[in-house]
């Protein structure tokens, strides 16, 4: 099942008001004629019943004409009902055989006048007993919820764009024209059918044919369901509406060959609204109607009609018609007189990407994000941000413009692109740079922990020599420049000297980006998972019988020679490793998960090797103080 549900060609310029009053109107009738149906049916049944009971008690009797016509039934069928039943050997007499054939036809003209009072049957168009009023009135009866629903749909998907484009006096009689003629083919088709026709699925389809017309390029976003497998995607109207006509010419022949009218679905009816419809358009496009006529009436009728939207729909017309390049000049031009317009923008960069001509874009895609920062849209600021980048990675904005997106990306959690900004940032960082936006770089980064490269140092250091940026904060930098965690509780081991600096902490959240931590001090902050440049993992006896597993993240490569060196240290009995690695079976294999995720992610150095970081050997200490100085040996050797 394939259900259209939008389309891109989203804006009117006023309320398509006929649009909405067919579908109230349709609504409204469906539900009275509903309640009609309920009280008709069920007085229609009870005198059908009684009508054919009396009969196949009596089948001497004569069934009336106009039952049989008006419930279609043939002679055969009659002569098979009266099979079934053993004819009484004698007939009464004439005069009793006379009263018992009017009181079945008595039964009859109840029968006829429920049947007369049925609005399908009232109002409805049936083509061997059509009359003109039926031709319209049809149009807005439906059979069902399904029915009603279908047609509602496709009429707001096609009808308030027609409406806008040809006017309030072209529009309904287009319509109204289209389902007259629809049912009038249907007619010819079926000239002795006895069904009536309902629904405006005719007017409809003329709808769709003139939407392929005049919105061709248009893409269509549908939705899908086959079983169990759901989802959406999108086609333009120049696939998907022949590929509709084409199904419904193949179900009315189908059902053209088995001799059946409809067979539910009235598909003659359909085909022959597609076509006027089809060719409606075709006339008004090629006469130019629209654009002599029709467009200068509709604005002249429009008492305020915003200038930007006017020549935003102006350049969609050319776009749509397929004159790309025109489109594309005409959009730079405005873009020159108004940047900041976002249909505009928009539809230069999708333009920009089929003339393969986009980098021209770039320009007016970096000041419309610039200026939705200005006026706090940074959400849709961030949106567009990510469609520069995706294509133009090396593209920058206003320093300070940066530095908000930066803020963002942190906020998402992508810390991988969010050190890729901070690399790109450090290296614009200048002298000439205001103070005020030096600092606010490096404390966006700084409180990311976003602080390890070498470009991002020297940025520092070019903060630490301004001078009108305080002591207090200079200071505060310089501990940035010794170490990342210096604001978090740390201990240098008595049995290490100063070699080692360890920060105690509680893992929180481990991805493939980065590390949540909790310090000592009750502090959060997270990490790069690639700031991990060794690990070394320690099992240490507690007490006579327990023991716990030490993991140690060095954050400072182990042989650099650099002093102290710092470490992130774990205790796992500190915390609960099933909550970071739910999928393990126990504790034990969620260590070795969490440990083996972290060396992959950040490849970090195993110390002493790798099967003791993977637990399948494990060193053994009496203490934790024996373990700190087996580390200091380490690093001496």
Request: with cysteine.
């Amino acid at each position: 099942m394939i259900i259209p549900i939008s389309h891109e060609n989203n804006e009117v310029k006023r309320l398509p008001w006929i649009t909405f009053v067919i579908m109230i109107a349709c609504l409204l009738i469906y539900i009275s004629v509903s309640k009609t149906m309920k009280n008709i049916s069920g007085e229609l049944n009870t005198n059908i019943k009684i009508y054919f009971s009396y009969y196949l008690s009596h089948p001497y009797l004569e069934i009336n004409g106009k039952v049989k016509e008006k419930l279609n039934i043939s002679d055969s069928s009659i002569s098979r009902f009266r099979s079934l039943y053993k004819m009484k050997s004698e007939q009464p007499e004439e005069q009793i055989q006379k009263q018992e054939q009017e009181q079945l036809d008595a039964i009859a003209e109840k029968i006829l006048r429920t049947i007369d009072e049925i609005p399908f049957k009232k109002w409805g168009y049936t083509p061997n007993n059509g009359t003109f009023f039926t031709l319209i009135s049809y149009m807005f009866l439906h059979g069902g919820w399904l029915h009603l629903f279908g047609n509602m749909l496709l009429l707001y998907l096609t009808g308030p764009y027609l409406e806008d484009v040809w006017g309030r006096i072209v529009y309904p009689f287009f319509y109204i024209s289209t389902g007259v003629f629809s049912a009038l083919m249907y007619a010819l088709r079926f000239p002795d059918l006895n069904i009536p026709l309902v629904g405006a699925s005719g007017a409809i389809a003329g709808l769709m044919g003139a939407f392929l017309i005049r919105f061709w390029n248009t893409r269509i976003k549908f939705f899908y369901f086959f079983f169990v497998i759901a989802g959406t995607f999108k086609a333009p109207a120049w696939i998907m509406l022949p590929l509709w006509f084409g199904f419904e010419a193949f179900d009315a022949s189908q059902l053209s060959s088995l001799n059946n009218a409809n067979g539910g679905i009235a598909h003659h009816a359909h085909i022959w609204g597609f076509i006027f419809g089809v060719a409606v358009a075709l006339i008004i496009k090629f006469t130019e109607a629209e654009k002599r006529y029709l467009s200068k009436k509709i604005d002249d009728s429009i008492s305020f009609i915003d200038k930007d939207f006017k020549e935003f729909t102006e350049v969609k017309q050319l776009f749509d018609d397929g004159k790309k390049e025109e489109a594309f000049s005409f959009l730079i031009k405005l873009l020159n007189e108004n940047p900041v317009s976002v249909d505009k923008v928009e539809l230069l960069w999708i333009i920009g990407y089929d003339l393969k001509r986009r980098g021209e874009a770039v320009i007016f895609m970096k000041r419309l994000i610039e200026n939705e920062i200005v006026n706090g849209k940074e959400d849709i600021a961030f949106y567009h941000y990510g469609q520069l980048k995706s294509e133009y990675p090396d593209e920058m904005l206003d320093f300070s413009f940066e530095i908000e997106m930066l803020k963002k990306i942190i906020k998402k959690e992508d810390l991988r692109w969010a050190e890729e900004l901070v690399q790109k940032l450090s290296l614009k960082v200048t002298s000439d740079i205001a103070s005020g936006l030096i600092i606010q770089f490096v404390n966006v980064a700084s409180e990311a922990a976003l602080i390890g490269s070498e470009s991002f140092k020297k940025a520092v250091l070019i903060a630490i020599n301004k001078p009108d940026i305080s002591e207090e904060i200079k200071n505060s930098y310089k501990k940035i420049l010794s170490g990342s965690f210096e604001g978090s509780d740390s201990s240098n081991k008595k049995g290490s000297g100063s070699k080692f600096k360890f920060y105690p902490a509680i893992p929180e959240a481990i991805s493939k980006d980065k590390i949540r931590l909790v310090f000592k001090n009750g502090e959060s902050k997270i990490i790069p998972i690639n700031a991990v440049k060794g690990i070394s993992v320690a099992r240490v006896r507690i007490g006579l019988e327990k023991t716990d597993i030490l993991v140690d993240l060095f954050i400072d490569n182990f042989k650099s020679g650099k002093e102290p060196v710092r470490s992130i240290r774990l205790k796992v009995s500190a915390f609960d490793p099933l909550t970071i690695a739910p999928e393990a079976s126990g504790k034990d294999h969620a260590v070795k998960l969490i440990l083996s995720f972290i060396q992959k992610s950040s490849g970090a150095e195993p110390i002493p090797d790798i099967d003791f970081i993977l637990l399948k050997k494990y060193q053994d200490f009496f203490s934790e103080e024996e373990y700190d100085n087996y580390l200091d040996l380490l690093l001496k050797s």
